[in-house]
């Protein structure tokens, strides 16, 4: 019986027009979510452990999650409806009669994605959609390349992987 998840890592985040693509998979295959300019910055932030001198959003959540003694235990990208992903923030909460309560919270990939990489939680994709997305490491090698070749050529380029 096949795993209702697969474990998945964060590949590479490369500027694309109009945003960022986010290559996520694993040795089996590697699949893209494109994101606002924004979040992906957050996220490559994150994956690059870039020191801020304030606090940005992605962090202030997190922050707030401690506050209260909750974590986020996993992020799972969930579905996939008319070219769009869907996930769960699981945050784990213990009290002070020591009760674990388990939340699940409807979120954006991206979001989830950046506040993952933050706390080093877990990323899944559900068995539904990792077997409906196509392996898309044929592009992520090009791009890789083409920006190696860039560098070559003195041009440079920002960090593409992890």
């Not at 994956?47 to 940005?56: A, D, F, N, Q, T």
Request: with cysteine; net charge negative.
């Amino acid at each position: 019986m096949s795993q209702p998840v697969v474990q998945v890592e964060v590949k590479a985040v490369i500027p694309a027009s109009g945003g960022c693509a986010i290559f996520l998979g694993n040795e089996e295959k590697v699949f893209v979510i494109y994101i606002d300019q924004m979040v992906g910055m957050a996220v490559m932030m994150a994956m690059h452990g870039v020191p801020k001198e304030r606090p940005l959003t992605h962090d202030l959540i997190v922050s707030i999650l401690a506050a209260y003694e909750a974590r986020i235990a996993r992020v799972i990208i969930n579905d996939f409806n008319d070219n769009i992903f869907f996930a769960r923030l699981i945050l784990v909460a213990d009290n002070e009669l020591h009760q674990r309560k388990i939340m699940e919270i409807d979120a954006r990939p991206s979001d989830c994605l950046a506040l993952a990489l933050r706390v080093k939680a877990p990323l899944y994709v559900s068995r539904k959609v990792w077997d409906h997305v196509s392996d898309e490491s044929p592009l992520l090698n090009a791009m890789q390349e083409r920006s190696l070749q860039g560098e070559e050529d003195g041009e440079g380029g920002p960090p593409l992987g992890t």
